[in-house]
């Protein structure tokens, strides 16, 4: 599959919000991408990997403007929702992806080996930086947006991953294998009802 | 009534909504839905922007995170 050479394709989200999965369902349909694995190879926390630049450490790239986006034009990259506060001019398409705060934040204190004593703080701020980051690129004239639901991509792949086929823009996309990598086993964050 | 929390009423065809839109969600119930939705609406009041304090909070979870040095 060929993307717009003229575009910049990023995944993003908070971290721990399913970015990976993206990431993994955009290279099954056959999406042009860049990461590396050698950095930052597959773990528990991500068996499938983690789909990124720079060993994950492209946000102190951005900050420092240090990063060329030129080398990356056509290709999805994965820059979690931080990093997007520091976008340069350019022309973006992006696929944002939400996903239940408290599974994020379980996600996150299970990746860190942690348990949050301040998790209410965690909570605020994580939401305050995911509604800053989403009115940030939805205001942007450079940027189009996508936002993708983790939820209901794995509740209700057929229509969810569908809207990321339409996203893409491209008829040589493979739906079929879009759909056949959402894994269930790997929602291991959920909130139990 | 539970500690710390105060008793509202809304009317029960809200109620009935917000239980629709809950049935096939992670949402556990009503009340959670309501709390859910005023902690977001106040959060995004209260700024657009992170504070200085507020964001070098957030890049000290990325880095115990390990997305960032």
């Given at each position: 599959m060929k993307l717009d050479e003229n575009v910049n394709y990023i995944v993003s989200g908070l971290e721990r919000s399913g970015t990976s999965m993206l990431m993994q369902i955009l290279e099954a349909g056959g999406a042009p991408m860049a990461f590396s694995t050698e950095s930052r190879p597959p773990d528990?926390?991500?068996?499938?990997?983690?789909?990124?630049?720079?060993?994950?450490?492209?946000?102190?790239?951005?900050m420092e403007e240090d990063f060329s986006f030129s080398d990356y034009k056509g290709k999805f990259i994965k820059i979690t929702a931080y990093g997007l506060k520091?976008?340069?001019?350019g022309q973006y398409r992006i696929i944002y992806s939400q996903r239940e705060i408290e599974e994020i934040l379980d996600s996150m204190e299970k990746m860190a080996k942690i348990t949050d004593e301040n998790r209410a703080e965690t909570k605020?701020?994580?939401?305050k930086l995911n509604n800053m980051i989403m009115d940030l690129i939805s205001n942007?004239?450079?940027v189009e947006v996508l936002f993708a639901d983790y939820n209901a991509i794995l509740?209700?792949?057929e229509p969810n991953?569908?809207?990321?086929?339409?996203?893409?823009?491209?008829?040589?996309?493979d739906l079929d294998a879009m759909l056949g990598c959402v894994d269930k086993r790997l929602y291991r964050n959920r909130i139990k009802r | 009534?539970?500690?710390?929390?105060?008793?509202?009423?809304?009317?029960?065809?809200l109620y009935e909504k917000v239980e629709e839109e809950i049935a096939s969600s992670e949402t556990k119930s009503v009340e959670e839905y309501v709390i859910k939705l005023l902690e977001e609406k106040f959060l995004k009041d209260?700024?657009?922007?992170?504070?200085?304090?507020?964001?070098?909070?957030?890049k000290e979870r990325l880095k115990a995170l390990g997305y960032m040095d």
């Open positions: 528990n926390n991500n068996p499938k990997g983690y789909f990124e630049l720079e060993g994950g450490k492209i946000i102190n790239k951005l520091f976008l340069p001019v605020k701020l994580f939401i942007r004239d450079d509740s209700e792949p991953i569908r809207k990321i086929y339409d996203f893409l823009g491209s008829e040589e996309a | 009534m539970a500690k710390g929390k105060k008793k509202v009423f809304i009317p029960i065809s209260s700024g657009g922007d992170l504070s200085k304090e507020d964001e070098d909070k957030v």
